[in-house]
């Protein structure tokens, strides 16, 4: 056991997070998402569901800051985004105290960033369109999150 790491990280998605560097994107993904054909890795998360591991996931890793798509969420058929993408972007305003706006993409959009991501996080979330890609930003040197 470690302190301060949340229940709901793997020992898995830890290793993936520590490896990580800035840019690099992570999708979170629901159990309708086809994670295996599409994950350079997989990692599974079941029994969570997405806005709880993202919550956790940001405890440990900041957001990129350089652009402002560091948080995509995949578009309903109508090309409305989903109400979870306000779940969402509430998250990251919590973890990085400013606003970070989810960016919508559609459906194909999002299938090829997730198969570029550096791994994909499959939960056993059941609301649909509970997908997002977060990009990891960095920690500058004499930060208090160092």
Known sequence: MLKKIP????PD????LAQM???????????NFPATSHAQRLIRADASNSDQLLSAILQLM??????????RVM???NGELPTIAQDFSRIC???EEKEVLPHGLSRQDFYQQAK???CIVATSERRLYANCLIRKGVIPPGSSHS
């Open 13 to 16: 998605l830890l290793y993936a």
């Open 62 to 71: 900041p957001v990129d800051d350089f652009t402002d798509d560091s948080l």
């Open 21 to 31: 560097g800035h840019g690099d994107d992570i999708a979170i993904v629901d159990a």
């Open 7 to 10: 229940d709901i990280i793997s």
């Open 116 to 118: 570029n991501a550096f």
């Open 75 to 77: 578009a309903m058929a």
């Open 93 to 95: 305003h919590f973890a």
